[in-house]
């Protein structure tokens, strides 16, 4: 089957977007991957959709035209990698406006009857509003397609995801897609990239390969009182993202980091996502595990130099080494959750999300949905 994934996270950075060919392969999937872009959000757009995020009030008024103009960007996005190729299926996850997962509330923008339309394509979407329906935080979703792609019968992994907010999968090896652990860490990139978007005055949005924060040193005192947040401590299952790592938790710490420069800021905000993605391999007791990361941060060379300090034990590396291309992971990770979703297969992880049982993910917008169904039922066979 020829489908795209289309994933935006909390970064901001753009929309994500895969073009492959998935095969099932009997409980796991093997893929071709086609073409793959990161479509930036138009400047009008970014900005609109910033005004409309946490901690902002926001308005129905503005959500419904979001809704609608994240979704004529989704489908740009998506004939951006489609070329003159048919496409079978459209996994969109949307952009999420709003998330808490402890009160199972989550809204993703982005129409997907505007994307159905653009690629005359059956769209699969929402995928994240089945799980809170059972109790579920709806989230992380991701873990469950770690285990297809990363498992392995012959070693111990760590799949780690450092986009807006980092989080991790931890793969024992022989372990089954339902008997992972997973969950978010705690910031990713987004503090980073809000300390620099804040210091630059807009000149640059995030901190290329590290080059700020490698030049600068991490602040103890500011480190400590970041580290204090109750959420790092929390029991799981637990999820997290701009509500709590937002602009606003820099508000908070503001005392201790204004007087810091650029490149120590830069040192201090990539420590604390070091520290706690370490922290959480320790909890899981996987320190001797090889460790797969993807995500913008798997190109922070500081990130990834301390984090292999406080992991000496660790194998290290991109997601590439194990065939999964870093920057198109969670694209890919969705695509293949949509073909879950016609194959009426649950794909939430319920002692990951904390959902009272398995459950099928996302919503379907069809076009030529037999054909789809035919097609999926042929390759299942």
């Known amino acids: 089957m020829i489908a795209i994934g289309l994933m935006s996270g909390t970064s901001l950075d753009g929309i994500d977007a895969a073009l492959l060919r998935i095969v099932p392969d009997g409980e796991r999937y093997a893929f071709d991957l086609l073409a793959f872009a990161i ?41 951006t990698v489609a070329g003159a190729m048919s496409i079978d299926l459209v996994a969109m996850h949307g952009q999420t406006i709003y998330h808490d997962g402890a009160r199972h509330v989550t809204t993703q923008l982005g129409d997907p009857f505007i994307v159905r339309e653009a690629l005359g394509a059956t769209v699969c979407f929402d995928f994240r509003s089945a799980d809170c ?48 652990l997973a969950f978010d860490t ?105 460790v797969l990361v993807g995500g913008g941060g798997a190109r922070n060379l500081a990130l990834m130099a301390s984090l292999q300090e406080r992991l000496p034990h660790a194998r290290i590396e991109p997601t590439d080494a194990a065939g999964v291309p870093s920057d198109a992971r969670e694209a890919i990770a969705f695509a293949i959750l949509g073909y879950e979703t016609l194959r009426e297969r649950a794909a939430n992880v319920p002692r990951v999300t904390g959902a009272s049982r398995p459950v099928t993910l996302g919503a379907i917008a069809p076009y030529g949905l037999q054909r789809v169904m035919t097609e999926v039922a042929r390759e299942c066979r």
Do not use: W
Request: charged content about 20%; hydrophobic content about 45%.
């Open 133 to 180: 329906a059972v109790g579920g935080h709806g989230a992380p979703l991701v873990p469950y397609t770690d285990a297809l792609l990363f498992g392995s019968d012959d070693e111990d992994r760590v799949a780690v995801n450092i986009g807006g907010i980092a989080n991790l999968t931890a793969l024992p090896r022989g372990c089954a897609p339902y008997d992972v």
């Open 186 to 290: 705690g910031p990713g990139n987004m503090l980073i990239d809000a300390f620099v978007h804040e210091r630059t005055d807009g000149a640059a949005s995030f901190d290329a390969d590290g080059a700020f924060a490698a030049a600068g040193t991490a602040d103890a005192r500011a480190l400590a009182a970041m580290l204090a947040d109750p959420y790092f401590a929390a029991p799981l299952p637990k999820s997290t993202g701009r509500e709590r790592f937002g602009a606003q938790f820099l508000a908070e710490h503001r005392a201790l980091l204004d007087p810091l420069s650029l490149e120590d800021g830069c040192a201090t905000l990539a420590e604390l996502t070091s520290r706690t993605l370490a922290d959480a391999v320790h909890a899981v007791g996987l320190t001797n595990a090889r």
């Open 39 to 79: 479509v930036p959000y138009d400047a009008s757009l970014l900005a609109r959709l910033r005004a409309a995020l946490p901690p902002h009030p926001g308005s129905s008024a503005a959500s419904a035209e979001l809704h609608r103009d994240i979704g004529l960007a989704f489908a740009q996005a998506a004939r």
